[in-house]
């Protein structure tokens, strides 16, 4: 599909899950976080949807996809990114199946080569030759350069895609910029070729798991440096585990780089000129 010249039309962000690998409540633990009454403190596995014109778009499809597609409402996907391979970014992949049920167009699915790879093993019966009759209809396309995704339904809408290189440990993972935005999940470097492709982009999502270190994660100052060095006007934390309490850690962060959490929608509007809006009121403790 060719690049679009056109500008990038408004989008809609929606973080469906902001939780590390185990969710928060951890299962079976009583600490503070995991106990808190705050619904911020309640964290599906992380994924988003991106609303781009007509266009909807998911990062990632975990084990919390069907219930998050329902408290979001989500009717409509036209492509999926994935950042990898691990269980909490792909556990979902059958729960795509009921979108199929009224389009029955295949569902245009982008990962790294290295990902499409793994995926293909482990989903044989997806995305093998000879895919299970009932299996979801998805086609897995490798991506290293920008692309363009348009409709499933009606091919109207377009929105340009830029993969971007990460390191999680050592697994190589792929952030998502769609225009004015990036989605930069599990990586704990980026290298400066990346953070290139990133230029002008207005807001991003990146992984901050706590405020410890960790080998694979950004922790929180890794994760402020990173956006300090990106740049964008705002920056919200995801992937966070129960060591962290949303209101105590959202205190302490700078005026510009905030805790996302499940359900935050983010507005920006096609016009640069124009800041993007969050709406706190957006939390769902449905959960
Ligand atoms: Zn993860
Ligand atoms: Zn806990």
């Given amino acids: 599909m060719p690049l679009s010249d056109?500008?990038?039309?408004?989008l809609r962000i929606t973080l469906l899950g902001t939780g590390t690998s185990t969710g928060v409540p951890v299962l079976g633990c009583d600490c503070r976080v995991c106990t808190s009454a705050d619904p911020h403190d309640e964290r599906l596995r992380c994924a988003c949807y991106i609303e781009a014109g007509p266009l909807g778009i998911l990062v990632d499809?975990?084990?919390?996809?069907?219930?998050?597609a329902r408290r979001a409402n989500i009717e409509r996907i036209d492509a999926v990114c994935f950042t990898h391979h691990h269980f909490d970014h792909v556990a979902g992949i059958d729960d795509l199946r009921p979108l199929f049920y009224r389009n029955s167009r295949p569902m245009p699915?982008?990962?790294?080569?290295n990902t499409a790879e793994i995926l293909r093993e482990r989903y044989a019966y997806i995305f093998g030759d000879n895919p299970y009759p009932g299996a979801a209809r998805v086609t897995l396309r490798a991506v290293e350069e920008c692309f363009a995704i348009t409709s499933r339904y009606d091919?109207?809408?377009?929105?340009?895609v830029q993969p971007i290189p990460m390191q999680h440990?050592?697994?190589p993972t792929t952030g998502w910029r769609f225009g004015p935005f990036a989605y930069l999940t599990d990586a704990h470097h980026i290298p400066d070729e990346s953070v290139a492709l990133l230029d002008g982009v207005e807001v991003i999502v990146l992984d901050a798991l706590r405020a410890?270190?960790?080998p694979t994660h950004f922790s929180f100052d890794g994760a402020v440096e990173m956006a300090r060095r990106i740049g964008a006007r705002e920056t919200y934390f995801i992937h966070m585990t129960h060591d962290v309490l949303h209101a105590e850690q959202e205190a302490r962060l700078p005026d510009d780089v905030h805790l996302g959490y499940d359900g935050l929608q983010i507005e920006i509007d096609s016009t640069p000129a124009e800041a993007p809006t969050h709406t706190p009121s957006d939390v769902q403790s449905d959960a």
């Fill in 155 to 160: 091919d109207t809408g377009h929105v340009n």
């Fill in 169 to 171: 440990g050592n697994t």
């Fill in 61 to 68: 499809a975990g084990p919390d996809f069907r219930q998050q």
């Fill in 109 to 113: 699915c982008y990962s790294s080569a």
């Fill in 212 to 214: 410890r270190p960790h």
């Fill in 6 to 10: 056109a500008a990038p039309p408004s």
